[in-house]
């Protein structure tokens, strides 16, 4: 399932280093535009009217049927689901190639990795479209593993965590912090007994993450500074 790429956790620190386990999509890799993008042109398919990245970000959960539930009063049907599914997928595999990294991305995961520490990427975005995008950015390396969603879409991120962190050799979950961008990924971290920090630059306004009970941050680097804080 997973990638194993450079050195393993438990070659340098072991079990007394701090472990990130980043999100990929809204997180690392900056594309709350194609979101946007793929999500109107999808609704543009069924007839929906299109929504505001600030509405968005207010009315976004998982599963993502709920999200939809939100905007059509009911939740879809499977059939809806399933041409609502395919369609955003295949407006954002066109929307993504114009998407970058978020800012300072490399140097935050280069320090990290240099003083010794792990990281792991768990994303919900399908693993063999994952890997690829991971690779061509040239950041592979920094990573002990690499987990993209495996199955259909549509579900939460809390069995795939406890499953990615068990799949890792020297990682203790509580020594370790997820960094994602969405209220799921908290949900994520606290049913595999881990910490979390969320950020608001990508699916979620700050009003909605601050919900999820855990440190809330505007940059990946006050994200990577609590991390190394949250656990001595």
């Keep these: 399932m997973g990638k194993r790429t450079g050195t393993e956790p438990g070659d340098r ?17 900056h594309d709350i535009d194609a979101v946007i993008g793929a999500t109107n ?6 007839g929906m009217a299109p929504i505001t990245l600030e509405a968005y970000r207010e009315l976004y ?11 059509m009063g009911r ?3 499977e059939s809806e689901w399933q041409v609502m599914d395919e369609a ?5 595999s066109t929307h993504r190639l114009g998407c970058e ?9 280069e320090n990290w990795q240099s003083a010794g520490r792990s990281q792991s990427i768990l994303s919900m975005y399908g693993h063999d479209e994952l890997i690829p995008i991971v690779r061509d950015f040239g950041i592979e390396s920094r990573f002990v593993r690499v987990d993209g969603r495996t199955g259909p879409s549509g579900g939460t991120k809390s069995a795939h965590m406890v499953r990615h962190l068990a799949a890792m050799d020297g990682v203790d979950p509580g020594r370790t912090v997820v960094i994602g961008d969405a209220v799921d990924d908290a949900l ?44 001595l």
């Design 101 to 109: 990294l978020a800012e300072g991305v490399h140097a935050l995961l």
């Design 75 to 77: 939740l879809p049907t």
């Design 41 to 46: 042109s999808a609704f543009a398919e069924i």
């Design 188 to 231: 994520a971290a606290r049913d595999a007994g881990t910490y979390a920090v969320l950020y608001t630059g990508g699916s979620h306004s700050r009003q909605s993450l601050e919900t999820a009970g855990v440190p809330v941050v505007d940059t990946l680097a006050e994200a990577v500074g609590l991390a190394g804080e949250i656990v």
């Design 13 to 29: 620190m072991g079990q007394h280093a701090t472990h990130i386990v980043w999100d990929w999509n809204g997180t690392l890799f």
């Design 88 to 92: 955003f997928h295949r407006h954002y």
């Design 61 to 71: 959960c998982v599963p993502v049927p709920r999200f939809y539930e939100r905007l």
